[in-house]
């Protein structure tokens, strides 16, 4: 079944002004259930835009609809944060408490959930990127660059979302880091039915990992396929 259905999705930041910028231009867009797609293409061609119309972070024209909620009204939007969890670019940005336990109960404890279940998910999360307790007490900011990305993931996991929009999230790893990173992201699609959209410009991560490839180009659709036949076109 779909979980994310775009049907004519057209934004333009700063509309009616100078600095005008149609960033999306009738974009159809269908991902099912358990997917892993990945979108690529230059620089400038819309693909964070669109991460963010998924998120509920910006809001264009046209219909988008995900995971049941149609995002043209507001409290649907509002729904979507506990659904869909968005990693930037540098996530380790999105660290900000005393200890890398808070940290990762921060989102759990915005959606109100009883203690017991909030520990669960912490350390559940934890556990998954490989964060384990002896890490827990420490600041996020004594970590590694690599570890401070698992742990930003980590606070994302434990929103428990079915949805993952991902912006780079290995971009400035070394090697093995990304291979970490992206293993447990195609762990968390294949074995836990979570929905991935992965915004890349690594070809052999989009060629390992995405069942399906959108290409954007300034705005567009471009091109849409399994990685191999996008490939061959190349
Ligand atoms: P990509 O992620 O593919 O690099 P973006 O979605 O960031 O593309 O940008 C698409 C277009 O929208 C670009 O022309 C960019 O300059 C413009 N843009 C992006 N964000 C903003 C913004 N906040 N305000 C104005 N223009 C923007
Ligand atoms: P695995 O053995 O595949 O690592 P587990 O058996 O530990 O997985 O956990 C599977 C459970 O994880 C599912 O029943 C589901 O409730 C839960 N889950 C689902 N989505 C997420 C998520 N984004 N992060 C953490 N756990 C999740």
Known sequence: SKIIEVENLQLTYAPKTAMQ?????????????????????PQGSGKSTLLQVLAGLEEGVGRVVVDGLDLSLKKNRNLLWQRVGIIFQQPERQLFEDNLYNDVAFGPKNMGLPAEEIERRVK???????????????????????????????????M???????????????????????????????????????????????????????????????????????????
């Open 21 to 41: 910028r149609q960033a999306l231009q009738n974009i159809n867009l269908t991902v099912e259930r358990g997917e892993f797609r990945a979108i690529i293409g």
């Open 124 to 158: 559940k999360a934890l556990q998954k990127v490989n964060l384990g307790e002896e890490y827990h007490h420490l600041s996020p900011f004594k970590l590694s660059g690599g570890q401070q990305r698992r742990a930003a993931i980590a606070g994302i996991l434990a």
């Open 160 to 234: 428990e979302p079915k949805i993952l929009l991902l912006d780079e999230p290995t971009a400035g790893l070394d090697p093995r880091g990304r291979q970490e990173i992206m293993d447990l992201f195609s762990h968390l699609c294949s074995n836990q039915g979570l929905t991935i959209i992965l915004v890349t410009h690594d070809m052999e991560e989009v060629a390992q990992r995405a069942d399906k490839v959108t290409v954007l180009n300034k705005g567009k659709v471009f091109m849409e396929g399994k990685p191999k036949e996008i490939f061959a076109r190349g």
